[in-house]
């Protein structure tokens, strides 16, 4: 029986068992090389149209630990410019449609991952997930999101697992997930995609806290109570996610800059000895303060360390699906 | 006995047994893992001056089939600018001479592979192939041109390989090259190298369509009959290999633009049903019309899938060559 | 009994017994693959903040031959900007703090190797390296410099087993390390490290030669009779160690461009006929002549290919210490 539902991972809807799933990302966490077999002679191409740490190390060690090749491309820096828009006359700055370099690549490796930001000009646009969509229509094998324009799911996979761990034992666990300020317009896609999980897994009280001008699309919120009050939000919470996002409805836009959003310990004097969580990169003292992540309430490196291990449970059912 | 004639692979020149050659590259494809001790604690560099997605991927891939190590380098994102007049005095924006790179990367390799494109200011310049040359001289290791100046030798044996699996029966094949537009100069090489493999293969009829003040340097095309009527070479053309190419005699140069060369159904029309091969990146509704593209005679994406199975057999030729 | 007496390599203060690490490395020169079990299932990462090509390509060769798994990641290139500052509000170009980058990247890897070049814009920043030591005091793993702000240790270990092979038999050897001519400030760290590694290890008579103003910190000259007049430090030398500098006291300064210290054939005849030495990459005509590197004299590119052996007899060490 799979763990996922689809043969592509870029939401929590491709998951057929959100508890298995997550069940396997521990297992792999205390049995990296287990499976070490599963990907013998197989391959993932890792395509990044944005730039990336976590994300890239850690899924091509995933692939690793499963005995895979895992081969890193920078799309436009290795190669160049793709075009994605159907009809296109290419007489411009791109030189090779994605209905070329996608079955192309489907050809070479076993499984794609792919990377590719929103631009924050047209909502409709971002949230049609062309460039996804698009790869996932021409290339013929089984996707994985690197982050999209509106999801990044291999991080609330990750997110979730690092939850389980740290609230072994509790009976009952209150999560919020607050914005935080910064400096420039992010996507919404990491905010989006805590969402959606942590309201398809049911096991939280699950509140969001945003300033005016910052609600998230409902497609994604639905289930959890969003509130406008932060300190209040605060109460009792045994995890806070932190995150910016720039708006969704006016998009791309940073309707206020709320400072005083900032995560302290004097806010968090408020909660119930919360945990910490940030996707990182974290801007210091601008999302959130020195004094919370050197505290020992931080579990933002521990968080990213398990990135390892949600990439190599999906792979790992991925392989399994497709072999 | 080996397939190749030299101890490199720069040139259909180098080939002692062309047939042979493509014979073990389908028998690649049909068993990838074959040979995968072949390569067992031996290392490949893949030097990249220049972008490239294809050769990149397809090169690494064939490597990681025959059980190497594929070390890939893009000499100038990766390093510096590199050194290869004789006698420089160095005080300018090169920082190593190619008579200390080369050694020094051959002794960390047992193959290497190296792109580099021409500048397309000075023909003899180019046509003198002296970045590859130099490589060649002073790395003392066999070399793989993972396109040159002036030829693209990978491209062409899998471009043949192409045709006799979807030629497969066929007595007598028609194979028209045709020039076609593109918005910017390009180098000869796919052009050239394809010229001179079709011809030292020599069973096909070859026909070359170009406008005129495009004529390849004879040197590759002797044997192919050189026409500058499209219309007329497209008659009972089974493959058309579509490709733009800038002046070999006005060098550089794009002596007229000629739109109305482009593909399209109407043209293929006029042929025997043919297939439409293209060595990508190909400009859609430029070099290519999306009709032809998303059509079933376009094999331009099989095509590119075949580049693993040309180098692999490159390579391990080679390999046989040096234990 | 481990060759190494820290934890690290960083400087020459971190080896236990020098002429054992020399030994090693010369045994992997003979064997490269006779310890290929040993880093089975164990990463190393190699992060760039700047360019290299040895050092890169030696180092993933190294690791490789031992069985480990090799990540390249260019810091800025891959990714974005770190911030190293204690205390720093993040509302600049820096994404993210070297106090959650470490920690991270050390949950991946089991070693991990960094590049960082000095700024040459403040003495006592640089040789604070406050970099390297960041990187070691967050990521909570074994840490190799792959070239810091002040030494270059792989460079230096390699140096030494050039000279020891090259050296055989010979009872009393005279090593000179002479300033050479260059276009533009260079760090001082390979001569730094150099001289520190040579007086360590305590086998040769060593003179440096430099012109007045390019006097290297006495932390790591002290041993070395420093000279300023490069004909008389020529004689009976029987290596000369090549490499440009920039001022140290008037700190990332060049007092004079003194191109007459190029080495040229007339002075190399003062010498007892002496091995030519650099690290690479060299300017021909600027630091060296043609005539020099061209010659049988110069074992450069030699001294470069022993650059694997150095990196791995220290990532075996280092694999030791942490199983």
Redesign the interface.
Known sequence: MSLLKNNKFTTVKDVADIEGLMGKALHYKSN??VD?DLGE?R?I?LL?LN????T???T??AA??LGM?A?I??VD????RL?FED??????ST???I???A???G??FDILGIRSFPTLQDQEEDYREGYLNAFIQYCGKPVISLESATLHPLQSLTDLITIQEEAAGKEKIKVLMTWAPH?KPLPQCVANSFAEWVNAWGKAEFVIANPDGYNLSVEYTQGATVVHNQEEALQNADFIYVKNWSAYEEYGMMPGLHADWMLTNEKLALTNNAKVMHC???????ELS?EI??SSNSI???E??NR?WAAQAVISELLKMNS
């Open positions: 990296p090389f070490k002679n391959k191409g990044f730039p990336s740490l976590r890239r190390l850690s091509q060690i690793q630990n090749e081969v491309f920078n820096k290795d190669g160049w075009e009809g296109a006359i290419m007489n411009g030189s090779e449609h209905k070329e370099a079955p192309v690549l050809s070479y400096v990182l990169p974290v801007r210091r003292n601008v020195d992540l050197d933002v490196t521990k990213a360390g390892v």
